[in-house]
Each structure stands twice: as C-alpha cells, then as structure tokens.
C-alpha cells in the first residue's frame, strides 16, 4: 500500500500522482519561464552537483554554466520544481526517510531538496511515505491502544493485500452507518516494526466555482493510525467515531484485545493553589515559568445570560494580567476544573494550543496540541505548564472544584439549550423539568452546508423534482438541525419563592402577615411579597435580570428590609450589582435549603442580617434622596418621565425618618384610607431655672408635585382634604395623649413647586376653620428647603451630639413657623443657637496626646 496510485516509471508519473501528494503542478506548469530554471540551478551547491552528477551523468560537467545548461533542458526538470513545491515543510521529515531508506549514501550532506531528488528518482512511492509521516507529525497525539494478548505481526498484509483494504474500508463504512466513504491512501514503515497507515474519509460531494472552469471537489479528512508491533500498541489520529471503526476493524479481522491507554487520575493539587494563580497570578509551583506566555483562553459557562463562551486574548502579549484583572472584577470565575474550555501559548518557539476535555467520570484531561512538536520539546512544555497550573497536560485530573448544587441549580437557569446539560447537571435538571419550573422548546433550523444560508422559516425553502429541500440560493441540499432551548418558566417560579413564604407564616410563628403587593416604579410593574418576621415588615422580590441601580434605589428608599431572588443570574453577578442594604439570594440557594428542608434557617439567617442593616439603610437612602430633592426644587415641566409623586413620597420619607426615627409612613401604601402621607413627632428637654420640662410635638405631612410651570394647584378640595386630615388626627386619643400640646402641632406640605398666593390662602382658610381651642398650623416648605435642612443635620452631626435637646427644640421651632413658608434663611436662623450652643462643650485633643505619648503626630 505504498500508494493508491498505479505508477511505473520517473517520466510518465502522472499529474494525479502530483495530485495526490498535495503539489500545485498546474500553477507551476502554467507560469514556468526560463527564469525558473536559472532560479533552481542557482541555489544548487558543489556537493548538490556532484550528486545530481552521479545520478544523471550529465555532459561538460568541467564546464558549470554548460552543465547546468544540460540539467534545465532535460525533458523532465518540471519534476525539480515540483519536488521544489512538495518540500514545503517536510524538510525534517525527508531527511528522516532518507536516512532510514538509504544509510549508506555517500553524498549525506547533501540539501533536502537533493535528497528528495535521490529519493523520488530511486522510488517515486517513497514521496507517499514521507507525506504520511509528515501529516502524522503535523496531528496531536492520537488514541493509544495497548495489546492485551500478543499483537501479530500483520503490517504487510494491510500494506499490500487488497482484500484487507476492502475489509477494512467496509468495516468504517458499517461503523458510519453508511454515510460515509472511505479509501485506503497509502503507509509508511517508519521502523522495523513500526508503520503508519493513512486513509481518506469522503464528507462531501460538491460542485464549487473556480477562475477557469467550476470544479467537483470531494472534501474529506484524514484517518491515521500505527502499529508498533515492538510496542505491541496502536495509536489511531481520527475523528471519535471513526476511532472505534478502527479498534472494531483490528478486533474482528486479526482477533485482537486492545485496551485503551489511560493515564493515572492526579489528584494530588489545590483548589485555592488554582484560584490564587486566577486571581493574583501566583503560579501553583511558586515559581512562573520562563517562556512559557499565553495570549489567549478561552472560558466555557460564562457568567453571563444563556452561558456563552467567554475569550481573553491578546495577540502577541501575555494575556494573564487581564485574566487576573477580569478574575477580581467578577467578570470571570472559576467554578469547575472544565470551565477553562482552550488556552492558546507559545513556547519554545512554538505557538500551540491546550483543549480540556471533560471525561464520563467528571474528571478533566487538558491535551496538548502537540503536533510538530519534537518529543524533547513536548516534555518541556508539559513542565511549564505544570509549574504554572499545578496539574499535568495529557493525563485525567480529578475535578476537585464543585460549585455546589445550588450552583448548579442557577447555571441551568443560565444554559441557553439543553445541549449545555452535563451529567453533573441531569438530576437537578430533572427535577426542575418536572416541577415545571424550566420547559423545552423545540427549535428547528435548516441550513446549506455549500453557502451561509440559514433560516427557522421553511417556506423560504426550495425543493428539487423528488420533493427534497433544497436551498433556495445555490440548489444544494439542506440541513435539518434541531435544538431544544430552555426556558425558565417564570410564573411558576415566582409562585414557587412565594410558596416558601407562604408556608413559613404557616409552620413558625415569628413569620406573620403574607401578601402580594404590585408597585409601580417608571411604568414597569414589581410583584412585591411582603411579610412580618418579629413584628418588622419584609419583602421579598422574585427577578430574572439585574435590576438597574435607579430600581435598586426605588426599592432601597421604601425603608423596607428586602430580599431580591434572582434567577439566571449568578451570585457573585448578582452581588456586584447589588446594594448593600439590599440582601440578593439566588434562586437555587432557597431550592436547595427546601430540598434538604432547611428553608426557615436561610431565611432567618437573611433576615437577621438584613435587620442590622437597617440603620445603614436609612442613611444610604436619604443620602440618595436629598440629592433628588435639592433637584425637583423650583422644576417642573422639565422632570417629566423622571420623576414623580410617588417619588417625591418615598424621597420625602427616607429625610423624615432619619431625621425622626419615630415616624410612619402612609400614603400610597394605604390607597383607599383617609390618611395623610406620614406622620413623625419630635421630643427634647427643656430646662427652666432648676426645672426639665419634656415637650413632645406631633407633625403630619403631604407630599404635593406638580409638572405645572406655576406650581401646585391649592383649589378648595385641598383645602378640605388637609383640614379633615387635622380634625380626624386632633380627634385621637394618641396624639392628644402624647401631644404636650394634646394636638398635631403642624400639618406640613412638602413639594417641588408651590403658588404663593395659594400657600397663604390655604393658610387662613385652615386656622378660620379648625375648631376653637385648637392651634395646629399648616406649614409648607419646597423640596430643596427640605434637602438644605437635611444636609445641616448632616453637616453638623457633631455639633447635635452635643446639644440634641436644642437641636430638636429649633426643628421643632423650624415646623411650627408662622411664616407659614420654611424658607432657607429661617433654617439658618434657627440652627444658629445650636452652634452657639455647641461651642460650651469642650472636646480633649486626642491627637497632642498621640503626639506626646509616641513622639509624632497621628
């Protein structure tokens, strides 16, 4: 089997003999000239002659321009410069055969272009055997089969016997099923008991165009493999089907017991060794490599929506600065050994690539690309690589990195078709299919394999005489693939995280009060389930994308502890994003807890914590909102589509409650009732003489906003509103219980733009109409007002520790105003005795006693 081809001697080798060695004849036939000629005659050196001259016996070999005259007109120099065009890249490999075909040549140091001259003149099949080697060398180390009872030597038969290439070409046929072609090329015996084997694998059949004439062209791939009969082993280089064809063929035909070679599991590295070397570039072996550089990886079940691979490359530079960068950014993580689908390296001057291929039994091979490589070179870079990442190339490790069932949970919510779905993943994935909490749609694609026309549409198919589709571009016959997408099945998980709520108001007794409760926030609908744990308000929300950082600020300024569920999203994506008032779960952390029946402990764990941080979210989001305020004062028109008076609301409750913690709010939360926006009371000491007088104010207030250039419209149903909200206030015995005064002091409006016709107008109407004997007084005061107070109390926290007393007497003083309209300056007014007062209380300068005590200053 030294070829396929039928050939005899030298001058009548055929241009399919070229054809089938790869050699660009046709070009070189066409554009040869006289300078070709010159060109070749010229690189040849005296020892090259000397050999051309014992091979050819040309005349006036004495006379060297005559003789290369002589060599350029003989009949066959085309063949020269075809050889010319074969050694491309086979270099090595020529120089191989010749020493293993000719040892005892006297001219050894001849070019290689030479000694492939010697070789083709003295054996044309011997180009075969340096072309199968040479595409053995170029392949990635193959399927290693060992011999588990004596391998006979049977290479001759399969080299020469043509009832053995038959046998075997239908044996890969029965093993394709029938679908594909095959045909045995040619060998190589590479050793006395070694040979190569290289046959072509027919994928298509087609009519392509080219510059002259169209042209048929058979597209195919190769199958290699060896038998080392000394090694008693067969390493098959071949597409994972056909690799069984193969073992199947040797098994049947020569009673053959093979056994795949495996290499040991390694287990023996560290997940936190593996993550350090992501996270801050430490390599495993504490010392980095030296030239070993890798510019690209490639990571497999990203962290974004639907998993998609994710690529770092940096052509020509180290790109693990980057992976470092993008590690500690959240961006990347490393969850499992096979998310690190391809890194791509150069090293010893070689630019390679390593493939993770995860095994049946969860572990993991990382296989080098070691086509080319020598073996020295091979075993160098397997170092390096080990000194950065701490396991081995080409051989299974063991996949300690496992990121939990609950992991799990949320990447199958991520993976875009079920053909993400591992054997890690099936038995969740089962349960979740079965609970209808994921579903699968059926997607059908069609496609030409000759041009890129693809569509999910089939009325846009052509079809030929037999009824078949056919692309209604090209008339080459079309593909059917069919993909089974996954789609989270949002009403039911959010009835599932609702369920959980549900029952733990059911089964323990500080978890009271569920409900569902739809707010609005910039025309989009939010599905709140809202609950009580020891007395307290929670809430919680089910969401299948990251909420922007304006929704995360809406929900924040409810002053209400909440727990956001997300789905499809991973936790340390979720997290980044998150605000730290705000506790963000993932949904498979609660699936999981319910699995093992564990639900109450995770919630109760959540919500403790959440309920330390309640301080923190009072001032995170009244540092939000007195910014919003200070802008919507004086505007109108202009704050249409970004802001509003449920806004305004929320704004105006998250300063209230900072600055008076013991306040409530109503409003919108309480649709339907007759209550103002919220009420808040103020308390403080007052000394007179040897006497402490303790005065308690009690305060409503309405929130008003308006788009109106103008300002907000006081007609007489405001009037009426406002005063029935101070009679029915004034009527309870609370206030008048807690009230020093026994009623509200104030009723206070809060708003972006007020009529100041109006604002007095209002004013009169509700002193005229209260009834005798009560003096609670209608207030008002602009949003930016509102915002300045804050900012004061902000800006001077120091000064208030001090003096609280006093500063809550001029709050006090600032809402009780008869003149009627908070203004900026009356604020000022009135927080100037706290500063004045401030000023008695004398602080120790701890930082002389630093200086004194150590000699420096702090």
Same mark, same amino acid.
């Given at each position: 089997?030294?070829?396929?081809?039928?050939?005899?001697?030298?001058?009548?080798v055929?241009?399919?003999?070229?054809?089938e060695?790869?050699v660009?004849h046709?070009?070189?036939?066409?554009?040869?000239?006289e300078?070709d000629?010159?060109?070749?005659?010229?690189?040849?050196?005296?020892?090259?002659?000397?050999?051309?001259q014992s091979?050819f016996?040309?005349?006036n070999f004495?006379?060297a321009?005559?003789?290369k005259?002589?060599l350029?007109?003989?009949?066959?120099?085309?063949?020269f410069?075809?050889?010319?065009?074969?050694?491309q890249?086979?270099?090595?490999?020529?120089e191989?055969?010749?020493?293993?075909k000719?040892?005892?040549?006297s001219?050894?140091?001849?070019?290689?272009?030479?000694?492939?001259?010697?070789?083709?003149y003295t054996?044309?099949?011997?180009?075969?055997?340096?072309?199968?080697?040479?595409e053995?060398?170029?392949?990635?180390?193959?399927?290693?089969?060992i011999?588990?009872k004596k391998l006979?030597?049977m290479?001759?038969?399969?080299s020469?016997d043509h009832?053995f290439?038959?046998k075997?070409v239908?044996?890969?046929?029965?093993n394709s099923?029938?679908?594909?072609?095959y045909?045995?090329?040619?060998?190589c015996?590479?050793?006395?008991k070694?040979?190569?084997?290289l046959?072509?694998k027919?994928l298509?059949d087609?009519k392509?165009?080219?510059y002259?004439q169209?042209?048929?062209?058979?597209?195919?791939?190769?199958?290699?493999?060896?038998?080392?009969i000394?090694?008693?082993?067969?390493?098959?280089?071949a597409p994972?089907n056909?690799v069984f064809?193969?073992?199947?063929?040797?098994?049947?035909?020569?009673?053959?017991?093979l056994?795949k070679?495996?290499?040991?599991l390694?287990v023996?590295?560290k997940i936190?060794?593996?993550?350090?070397l992501?996270k801050?570039?430490?390599?495993?072996?504490?010392?980095?490599?030296?030239d070993f550089?890798?510019?690209s990886?490639t990571?497999?079940?990203s962290?974004?929506?639907?998993?998609?691979?994710v690529?770092?490359q940096?052509?020509?530079s180290?790109?693990?600065p980057s992976i470092n960068?993008?590690?500690?950014?959240?961006?990347?993580?490393l969850?499992?050994?096979?998310?690190?689908?391809k890194i791509n390296?150069r090293?010893?001057?070689?630019s390679k690539?390593?493939l993770s291929i995860?095994?049946?039994?969860?572990?993991?091979?990382?296989?080098?690309?070691d086509s080319s490589?020598?073996?020295?070179?091979?075993?160098a870079i397997?170092?390096?690589?080990?000194?950065?990442?701490g396991?081995?190339?080409?051989?299974?490790v063991?996949?300690?990195f496992?990121?939990?069932e609950?992991?799990?949970?949320d990447?199958?919510?991520?993976?875009?078709n079920?053909?993400?779905?591992?054997?890690?993943?099936?038995e969740?994935?089962?349960?979740?299919?079965?609970?209808?909490?994921?579903?699968?749609?059926?997607e059908?694609?069609y496609?030409?394999?000759?041009c890129?026309?693809t569509?999910n549409?089939?009325?846009?198919?052509?079809?030929n005489?037999?009824?078949?589709?056919?692309c209604?571009e090209?008339?080459e016959?079309i593909?059917q693939?069919?993909t089974?997408?996954?789609?989270p099945?949002s009403?039911n998980?959010n009835?599932f995280?609702h369920?959980?709520?549900?029952?733990?108001?059911?089964?323990?007794?500080?978890f009271k009060?569920?409900k569902i409760?739809?707010q609005?926030?910039?025309k989009?609908?939010?599905t709140?389930?809202?609950?009580?744990?020891?007395?307290?308000?929670?809430?919680?929300?089910v969401t299948?994308?990251l909420?922007s950082k304006k929704?995360?600020?809406?929900i924040?300024?409810?002053?209400?502890?909440?727990?956001i569920?997300?789905y499809?999203?991973?936790?340390?994506t979720?997290?980044r994003?998150?605000?730290?008032?705000i506790e963000?779960v993932t949904?498979g952390?609660?699936?999981?807890?319910k699995?093992?029946?564990?639900?109450?402990?995770?919630?109760?764990?959540?919500?403790?914590d959440?309920?330390?941080?309640t301080h923190?979210?009072?001032v995170?989001?009244?540092t939000?909102?007195?910014?919003?305020?200070?802008?919507?004062?004086?505007?109108t028109?202009?704050?249409?589509?970004?802001y509003?008076?449920d806004?305004?609301?929320?704004?105006?409750y998250?300063?209230?409650?900072?600055?008076f913690?013991?306040?409530?709010?109503?409003?919108?939360?309480?649709?339907?009732s007759?209550v103002?926006?919220?009420?808040?009371?103020?308390q403080?000491?007052?000394?007179?003489?040897a006497?402490?007088?303790?005065n308690?104010h009690?305060?409503?207030?309405?929130?008003?906003?308006?788009l109106?250039r103008?300002?907000y419209?006081l007609?007489?149903?405001?009037?009426?509103?406002?005063?029935?909200?101070?009679?029915?206030?004034?009527?309870? !015995?609370? %206030?008048s219980?807690?009230?020093? @005064?026994?009623?509200?002091?104030?009723? +206070?409006?809060?708003g &972006? /733009?007020f009529?100041?016709?109006?604002?007095?107008?209002?004013?009169?109407?509700?002193?005229?109409?209260i009834?005798?004997?009560?003096?609670?007084?209608p !207030?008002? %005061?602009?949003?930016k007002?509102? @915002?300045?107070?804050?900012?004061?109390? +902000?800006?001077?926290? &120091? /000064?208030?520790?001090?003096?609280?007393?006093i500063?809550?007497?001029?709050?006090?003083?600032?809402?009780s105003t008869d003149?009627?309209l908070?203004?900026k300056?009356? %604020?000022?007014?009135?927080?100037?005795?706290v500063?004045?007062?401030?000023?008695?209380?004398?602080?120790?300068?701890?930082s002389n006693?630093t200086?004194?005590l150590?000699?420096?200053?702090?």
């Amino acid at each position: 089997m030294s070829n396929s081809l039928s050939l005899e001697d030298n001058p009548a080798v055929s241009e399919a003999y070229w054809d089938e060695l790869l050699v660009s004849h046709e070009r070189i036939k066409e554009n040869y000239t006289e300078t070709d000629k010159i060109a070749f005659t010229s690189l040849l050196s005296t020892i090259d002659i000397e050999a051309l001259q014992s091979m050819f016996q040309l005349s006036n070999f004495d006379e060297a321009e005559k003789w290369k005259q002589n060599l350029s007109e003989r009949s066959d120099f085309l063949n020269f410069l075809y050889l010319k065009d074969f050694l491309q890249r086979k270099k090595k490999t020529v120089e191989e055969i010749f020493k293993l075909k000719m040892p005892d040549y006297s001219f050894s140091s001849v070019s290689p272009l030479i000694k492939l001259i010697i070789i083709f003149y003295t054996d044309s099949n011997w180009l075969f055997e340096i072309f199968v080697l040479h595409e053995w060398r170029t392949k990635a180390s193959g399927d290693l089969y060992i011999a588990e009872k004596k391998l006979n030597d049977m290479r001759n038969k399969l080299s020469q016997d043509h009832n053995f290439h038959l046998k075997l070409v239908d044996t890969l046929r029965q093993n394709s099923g029938y679908s594909n072609d095959y045909r045995v090329v040619a060998h190589c015996d590479v050793g006395e008991k070694h040979t190569i084997y290289l046959l072509y694998k027919l994928l298509k059949d087609s009519k392509k165009p080219g510059y002259d004439q169209n042209k048929r062209i058979k597209d195919r791939d190769q199958i290699m493999f060896s038998v080392d009969i000394k090694k008693q082993s067969l390493e098959v280089k071949a597409p994972h089907n056909d690799v069984f064809g193969i073992k199947k063929y040797f098994d049947q035909q020569f009673n053959t017991a093979l056994r795949k070679m495996e290499n040991e599991l390694f287990v023996q590295y560290k997940i936190d060794d593996v993550v350090q070397l992501f996270k801050e570039g430490t390599p495993v072996g504490d010392e980095e490599p030296e030239d070993f550089t890798i510019d690209s990886i490639t990571f497999s079940n990203s962290l974004l929506i639907k998993s998609p691979d994710v690529k770092l490359q940096l052509k020509g530079s180290d790109i693990w600065p980057s992976i470092n960068d993008a590690f500690r950014r959240g961006i990347i993580n490393l969850y499992n050994l096979k998310d690190i689908k391809k890194i791509n390296f150069r090293s010893e001057q070689h630019s390679k690539s390593i493939l993770s291929i995860p095994l049946e039994d969860g572990s993991v091979i990382f296989k080098l690309n070691d086509s080319s490589l020598s073996e020295q070179t091979r075993n160098a870079i397997k170092k390096k690589f080990s000194m950065k990442f701490g396991f081995p190339l080409d051989q299974p490790v063991q996949n300690k990195f496992d990121g939990g069932e609950a992991f799990k949970v949320d990447q199958i919510f991520r993976f875009a078709n079920i053909n993400q779905i591992t054997n890690d993943h099936k038995e969740i994935y089962d349960k979740l299919y079965f609970s209808k909490l994921l579903d699968e749609t059926e997607e059908i694609s069609y496609s030409c394999s000759h041009c890129s026309f693809t569509t999910n549409d089939t009325k846009l198919l052509g079809q030929n005489d037999k009824g078949s589709s056919i692309c209604p571009e090209c008339d080459e016959p079309i593909y059917q693939k069919m993909t089974k997408e996954l789609n989270p099945i949002s009403e039911n998980i959010n009835k599932f995280i609702h369920s959980l709520v549900d029952d733990l108001t059911i089964e323990q007794e500080n978890f009271k009060n569920a409900k569902i409760s739809k707010q609005k926030f910039k025309k989009k609908e939010f599905t709140f389930k809202q609950f009580s744990y020891k007395n307290h308000p929670y809430q919680l929300l089910v969401t299948d994308s990251l909420l922007s950082k304006k929704t995360l600020e809406w929900i924040e300024k409810k002053l209400v502890p909440t727990l956001i569920v997300c789905y499809g999203i991973d936790k340390q994506t979720s997290n980044r994003y998150a605000l730290d008032t705000i506790e963000q779960v993932t949904f498979g952390e609660l699936y999981i807890y319910k699995e093992k029946a564990q639900i109450h402990e995770i919630f109760e764990e959540y919500l403790n914590d959440l309920e330390k941080r309640t301080h923190h979210q009072v001032v995170s989001a009244a540092t939000k909102a007195t910014k919003s305020l200070s802008f919507i004062g004086d505007k109108t028109v202009e704050l249409k589509e970004i802001y509003d008076e449920d806004m305004l609301e929320d704004d105006v409750y998250t300063l209230i409650k900072h600055l008076f913690p013991n306040s409530e709010k109503w409003g919108k939360e309480y649709s339907g009732s007759t209550v103002p926006e919220g009420i808040f009371t103020i308390q403080y000491k007052e000394n007179s003489g040897a006497i402490s007088v303790e005065n308690k104010h009690g305060f409503t207030y309405d929130c008003k906003f308006t788009l109106d250039r103008s300002g907000y419209k006081l007609g007489s149903s405001e009037n009426r509103k406002a005063l029935h909200y101070i009679k029915l206030l004034n009527e309870l !015995v609370d %206030i008048s219980y807690y009230c020093s @005064s026994r009623e509200l002091t104030s009723h +206070i409006f809060v708003g &972006n /733009k007020f009529r100041e016709r109006q604002v007095q107008a209002m004013a009169k109407f509700i002193r005229k109409e209260i009834a005798n004997g009560h003096y609670t007084k209608p !207030v008002f %005061i602009n949003s930016k007002d509102l @915002s300045y107070l804050y900012d004061q109390f +902000i800006y001077n926290k &120091n /000064k208030i520790d001090k003096v609280p007393d006093i500063f809550y007497k001029q709050l006090a003083a600032i809402f009780s105003t008869d003149e009627i309209l908070i203004t900026k300056k009356y %604020i000022d007014e009135k927080l100037e005795d706290v500063e004045i007062a401030a000023r008695s209380y004398s602080i120790l300068d701890t930082s002389n006693i630093t200086k004194k005590l150590t000699g420096r200053k702090k």
